[in-house]
Structures are given as C-alpha cells and as structure tokens.
C-alpha cells in the first residue's frame, strides 16, 4: 500500500498517478468497490488533461452509485466529506490516507479551488445531451446512465400528471358510494381509501401510498373496478389491464389477496362485465416487460410498447430507477399507471428511491382547491385545511396516503412500535419493545457467552408467551406428519395442495437480520440453525456435505427464465414423485423443490437445475420486502453498521403480521443500537420530483 505522509497530502492535487494509486488501495482496504477505482483509472487514459480532483470526483460518483445514491453533490463534497465513503474507526489503517482527509486536502488546494470549474473544463464531462460519461449539473455529477434515467421518468411522469380525465363527477360518485357504502361499520376508516380511488380516476398516474394493513390492495382493485365501470357506462371499450410486481415473491403474495378482493366485488352491484374485466394474475415487472437473458433490454420498450391500457404496480418501493425507467418507456402514451407501496419502507436495493421520491410530500397532502372539489363531488369527503395548498405541485395531486391501519389497531404493540419508528422516536421505540404492555412484542437478550443459544431456541421453538409466535417447528412438523403426505401414485394437483399446504405453514416464522457476513450474518445463522434443526431431528441430512434434503427452504437469488423463477421466491425442499399421474411406488420419489407458480399451483423443480440459491432459515431484511410472516424476529448485530437505519428497523417490524420478537445483544439503552439505527435515514442524494 501507498503511504503518503500527513504533510504531502496536498501533492495529490498535482500527482494524478499517486491518486490513482491510492484509489485502488482504498479498494483493497475494502472502503470502495474495485469497480470505483477502475472507473477513475479509464477515464484518466480516455480523457488525459483531468487532474486530481477530477479522477476523485469520478470515483466517488461511481462509489455513491453503488451505494443507491444517483448523484454527487459536490458542496456535500467539501462541507462534510465523512459522509460519502463510510469508513469506520476500526477499519482505518496507519499507513492508509483516508478519504476525508484527502478530500478535504484536495478542496483547499489552488489546483482544486472549484471543483465544478475543473470538471466542467474536463472531456468526460457533459452538461446535457450527449456521450460523456458523466454529467455535470450546477453543483451535482451524474454518472450519465442516471442523469437520463431521472430525465426520461420526470419528463414521463410530467406528461401524464398533466393529463385529467373528464369522467362525469355523478357518475364516479354513484360509483364509488357502492364500492364505499357509506353505511358501512369501517366507513369513516375507509374514507383515504375512497379518496384514494377519486384521485386516481382523476389522472393517468397515481401513487397511493400507506403502511401495512391500511388497504393498498383493497384501494386498487375497487380503483379498477371504478374504471372499468366508468368505462362500460360511457359506451368505451374495457381497460386491459396488468398487475405486476418487483420480485416473484411480491407477485405471488399479491395474487393471492388480488383474487380474493376481486372475488369479493361479487357483493356489490358493479355494471355488467366489469369485474369480469379485472385481472387475477400478477407478473413480475421483468416477465411483464419481456426481459432479456444475459442483457439490460427489454422485449417491450418505446418503439414497441406493452399492450395494456393500464399497469398497476405493487410494492413500488422495491423499483429501482433503471427498472422504473424502463416501465414508463414501454407504457403507450395513453396508458394509466398506478404504483402501490410503503414509502417509509427500504428503498431498492439498485440506485434510486423512486417511490420514496414521489411521496415525499404525502404527509401533508398539498392538494389545491380544484383537487378537494373533485374529492368532495366524488366522495362527499371535504379535505382538512391541514392537507390544502393553492401552491401544490401538480404531482402532489396524483398522490394518495392511506392513514388508517386496519391490522394494528390502538392495542397492537407492531403498530405503535412502527409509528415510533417512523417518527425517529427512539426512547419511545425502546420502551415500546423493552416494556410488557403489548402481548405481540418481546425483546430477547443474547448473553455474551452464549449468544446463539436463546437465538436458535427461538428459531425452533417460538415463543411460549403466544400460540401466534411459532418457530420452525411448525413448518417442519408439517413436512414431516406422514398422514398428510399424498400417496406417491397421487395426482399433481394433490401433491400440489400438499406443497401449498407447507409453504403455507413455512410462513409462520421467518427470523431477519441486517446483515450477509458476521457472526449474526445470514450465513452464519443459516449454518447454526441447521446445525440445531439437525440436532433436534427435525431435518435428516445423510452426511455433512450434503446440501440436500427433504425440509430445506431455499431462496432464490437470480432470476431464472428458463424455470420461471424469479429473485426473491421461495421454495422447500420435499420427497416428490418423478412424475405425476403415473402407476408408480413409493421408491421412485425423489427430492424436488416446490416453488408457488403465481397461478395458484405448484413449480416442482430438480436440485440441480437450482444454479443460484442460498437456504434460507434466515434473511436480510432487505430480501423480506414484498413478504409477510406471522411472526418475525430481528437479530441486531453487536456493532453499528452503516446499514442500520430507520427504513431498515421498520420493514422488519411490519414483515410481522401477528407477533414480533427482538434480539439484541445486551443492554439496550436510548444511546443504544437500536436507538441510533431509528435515528438515522436513508438519504439517497437525487434531484427526482426535487
């Protein structure tokens, strides 16, 4: 490694090759990625006259990129440094220079005076339209890939925003006093929901936005079945429509609820042929746009678009700006969007925080007058003065949040938990979980000598304190009860009930950690889990190396087209004829994993066909976005970590539909993990709906 005493910093700014050198030391210390420092090293060849402070900046762009964020702020860049490379104390090394110290050399060198004067005299470096690699924008740098990303989605975004539909006030009204009786118990309750489905007949995109259990699914299939009856009524041609999802998991759990909302349409007197003209199956968005096999394109883009009228989107938080990109190109200029999700929740884990974007003045609503008239005509709901601005944007009028939680109730400890969380409420988070008020919460301390005893205990056993907080158990048992096995010579569609059955049961528990490496890393605890299920003959592995056997949950990690799995879906691992329908015994079954197909049946697929999977007794948090389990368990790891945050903390707490456990090393106190990762957010640096 390259040593550069503290006095000779300053002669980077005129020493490109030391620069260059140091980059990629920084890569081997692991502070930024090798593809940071290679990026910088090319540019340097491909456009000679860049100094020191240029091939920096390169770097760093391409380092926040990797990191979520599409930009650099170079003011960000010479005020707080310490911010854009997240090196920890334990990590700095004697002989290395480090990032904070060279910038801040760099920014007070003559031949670094003004950074965006250096970079604006640079070849690699655009303002506009063009083929440089990057994009200069006042004080912000693009790597160019997502300077036209933001500039293609806000520009889409834009055009249909600006577009209202002139559906007759009386008819939507008479429309949606059926879908929302008035009548009804949960009326006032449901009352987003209506307003929701008002704003969203009103434009041809709409966000509807709310945590868990406040009716996202319910909102957007009564929003479609006002369309489509608006439709038939006005003499016009139903809407094709398409649902669709980020992750195989996310579809699948969305059909399930799509089909039973759908179904429940049946009810209420909708005009004839519309609920028929609503869709049951959910793609994902890479099915949806025809991805392509070993490339970043699409079968459907702008010269040949998707053919729908429409695209419903779930779990939009979970859409990166490429993907999203993607999407709005491929939708005909005519065609309605609707995007679903969370936007307290974790953003993509690729660059951009779309949804994040989009929502970031929900809270207050901002709706003009023209907006509250529509609601109110189409509603009967007048809007608070606390949610009226003559001064909202346009997009702000295409917004919806759901306020109303139907599944946490005033009594439910995941609830309040999550709204402490939201509102960086530390010490009231802590004494939520640490207290005994809330029988669908606990805290778990993993002592220092033994901390995977209690872990694994609840892994396998649950909780005893609640009949909902149930362990892997359960699962297993399922697997394992032979009076509920198919005989070997049974039908596919009974083995497939069985296989429903037990993925069914598989998600009554799933424990969550932050992290992949490290003692409370996912491999780590998929290693001691096994290790524990083993013991307890709960799962038979014939020998140590085996990786195989009837039990095993698997997660996988990539999409795979030619099996029709995407990232994300989940299957488990159980003794299964060779082939269904056939005279056979039960010798000829043989191990096959069992994947939902998104229609409501089975995917039964080989081991070895399986090319990239992990098993999955334990995940990161950021893989359980789009699911939900009965109960969920959070391990906290025993040192901070530039991933805890607030976003993190609460997506594991609302994968918990019943009962919520934490593990926590130690004591936890307001200057604890816990306390410090609810302070801190997610600050993805973006100029998208700025």
């Known amino acids: 490694m390259i040593a550069i005493p503290a006095p000779d910093i300053e002669h980077l700014a005129s020493d490109r090759e030391a620069l260059l050198t140091l980059l990629f030391d920084w890569a081997r210390a692991g502070w930024i990625r090798d593809l940071d420092a290679a990026f910088a090293d090319q540019l340097a060849q491909l456009s000679p006259e860049a100094d020191s402070a240029c091939l920096l900046a390169a770097a760093l762009v391409s380092h926040l990129a990797g990191q979520g964020h599409l930009l650099l702020d170079l003011q960000q860049l010479q005020t707080t440094p310490r911010a854009l490379i997240a090196v920890q104390p334990q990590d700095t090394q004697a002989e290395l220079v480090t990032p904070e110290r060279v910038i801040t050399a760099l920014a007070?060198?003559?031949?670094?005076?003004?950074?965006?004067?250096?970079?604006?005299?640079?070849?690699?470096?655009?303002t506009g339209a063009g083929s440089e690699p990057l994009v200069l924008v006042g004080t912000r740098l693009y790597l160019?890939?997502?300077?036209?990303?933001?500039?293609?989605?806000?520009?889409?975004?834009?055009?249909?925003?600006?577009?209202?539909?002139?559906?007759p006030p009386a008819d939507a009204r008479a429309l949606l006093d059926c879908l929302f009786s008035p009548d009804e118990k949960n009326a006032v309750n449901a009352r987003w929901q209506k307003i929701a489905c008002a704003l969203g007949a009103r434009t041809p995109f709409a966000v509807i936005t709310g945590g868990p259990g406040t009716g996202k699914t319910t909102t957007v299939i009564r929003l479609l079945a006002l369309l489509q009856s608006l439709s038939l009524q006005t003499g016009q041609a139903t809407l094709r429509i398409a649902l669709a999802a980020p992750t195989g998991k996310a579809a699948a759990r969305l059909n399930e609820s799509i089909a039973e909302q759908v179904d429940a349409l049946s009810k209420i007197a909708l005009p004839e042929g519309a609920q028929a003209a609503i869709p049951k199956e959910v793609?994902?968005?890479h099915r949806l746009l025809g991805a392509r096999p070993t490339t970043r394109h699409f079968y459907y883009h702008a010269r040949r678009p998707l053919p729908f009228d429409m695209v419903v989107v779930d779990e939009a938080s979970m859409v990166d700006?490429?993907?999203?990109?993607?999407?709005l190109d491929a939708l005909p200029p005519h065609a309605r969007l609707v995007l679903l999700g969370d936007k307290d929740q974790l953003a993509s884990v690729e660059a951009g925080a779309v949804l994040g974007n989009l929502c970031q003045r929900a809270d207050a609503g901002h709706y003009r007058d023209a907006t509250a008239r529509w609601v109110e005509a189409t509603t009967a709901y007048s809007l608070a003065s606390d949610y009226l601005d003559e001064a909202g944007r346009p997009l702000d009028q295409t917004v919806a949040k759901l306020r109303h939680s139907f599944r946490f109730e005033g009594n439910s400890g995941i609830g309040q938990l999550a709204e402490a969380i939201n509102a960086g409420n530390a010490p009231e988070a802590l004494a939520i979980i640490t207290g005994k008020q809330y029988t669908d919460l606990a805290r778990i301390?993993?002592?220092?000598?033994?901390?995977?005893?209690?872990?694994?205990?609840?892994a396998i056993e649950g909780r005893k304190d609640s009949e909902d907080a149930r362990g892997l158990r359960h699962y297993l048992t399922e697997v394992r009860r032979q009076e509920q096995r198919p005989a070997a010579t049974a039908g596919k569609d009974t083995w497939d009930a069985?296989?429903?059955?037990?993925?069914?049961?598989?998600?009554?528990?799933?424990?969550?950690?932050?992290?992949?490496?490290?003692?409370?890393?996912?491999?780590?605890?998929?290693?001691?889990?096994?290790?524990a299920l083993t013991h307890e003959g709960l799962v038979q592995k014939p020998d140590d190396t085996t990786r195989?056997?009837?039990?095993?949950?698997?997660?996988?990690t990539g999409n795979d087209y030619g099996l029709k799995l995407m990232n994300g879906d989940i299957g488990i691992t159980l003794y299964a004829p060779q082939q269904f329908d056939s005279a056979t015994d039960d010798s000829s079954v043989t191990l096959r994993v069992a994947f939902p197909d998104g229609k409501g049946g089975i995917r039964w697929v080989l081991p070895s066909r399986l090319q990239r999977i992990e098993t999955v007794y334990a995940m990161t948090v950021h893989k359980s976005q789009g699911s939900e389990f009965d109960h969920t368990a959070l391990v906290m790891p025993d040192t901070l970590s530039p991933i805890l945050t607030r976003e993190l903390i609460y997506t594991a707490v609302t994968r918990a539909k019943k009962t919520f456990t934490l593990l926590s090393p130690g004591d936890e106190t307001e200057q604890g993990l816990l306390a410090r990762a609810i302070e801190r957010r997610i600050q993805r640096h973006s100029q998208l709906f700025a």
């Open 548 to 556: 195989w056997y009837e039990g095993r949950p698997v997660l996988v």
């Open 321 to 327: 700006i490429e993907m999203m990109a993607a999407l």
């Open 108 to 126: 007070s060198s003559n031949l670094a005076s003004s950074w965006e004067t250096a970079l604006s005299r640079w070849s690699a470096v655009g």
């Open 283 to 285: 793609k994902t968005l």
């Open 445 to 458: 301390k993993l002592s220092a000598s033994a901390p995977y005893k209690a872990l694994t205990s609840l």
């Open 144 to 167: 160019r890939r997502y300077w036209r990303h933001e500039q293609r989605i806000a520009a889409a975004v834009d055009a249909r925003v600006a577009q209202t539909t002139d559906w």
């Open 498 to 531: 069985w296989a429903k059955a037990i993925l069914k049961a598989h998600t009554a528990f799933q424990l969550l950690t932050p992290l992949r490496q490290g003692p409370y890393g996912v491999n780590a605890l998929n290693e001691r889990i096994e290790q």
